[in-house]
Structure formats: structure tokens, C-alpha cells
């Protein structure tokens, strides 16, 4: 059984690919990108797939430039996935994802 919770450091390297489009001059990640950051880091930790049933609630408050660090919070919680992104202390995104429970596969 995995704990409850779990915390990482996430980076997006300056020449992700799709920076150079976002933003020309002045690039910032892309809230896909860090919603693909969490779900590749959910499934690590949970060492298994997570389908996504919906993705009720996410946030952006605050941009991540590339090459920034930033902490990464999960919280599972039966069929709720919870993750906040955070630099310094002060919040850049947060979000609630429903995924199907393991063994289970997304309709």
C-alpha cells in the first residue's frame, strides 16, 4: 500500500518542446505540461496507471519559467487525487483529478 501522500521536486527543462510557442521571448510552462508532470508523477508513485475520470478543479496562480524548481504535493484519497505545485512556498497550481480506482480502467 502506498502512503497517503507524497512530495517530489519538478523541473521543466528550458528546451522542453513546447516552450518556444509559449511564450515567444518570455516562456512559461504551459498548464497541460504540469498537468502531465502530475499524472506521469501520480503513476510513478502509485507504481501503476491513473485514468482520469475528470478533472473538476485546477488552478493556475502563479507561472513556472523553465529550469525553476517547484515542489510537487499529492494526496490520494479513494478516487480523488489532489496535487499542489508550489516555488518558495507560495502556490503556482493546484487541482483535484477523480481517477478510476486501481483495477479499473477509464470508460
Known sequence: MNPAAHATVLRIAANHPSLPGHFPGQPIVPGVVLIDCVLQE???WLQRPVHV?????????APLLPDQAAELQLKLD???LRFTLSRDGAAL???LFRIAPMGNAAA
Do not use: H, S, V, W
Open 42 to 44: 501520480a503513476e510513478r
Open 53 to 61: 475520470l475528470a478533472l473538476p478543479n485546477a488552478k493556475f496562480t
Open 78 to 80: 479513494a478516487d480523488e
Open 93 to 95: 497550481a493546484q487541482g
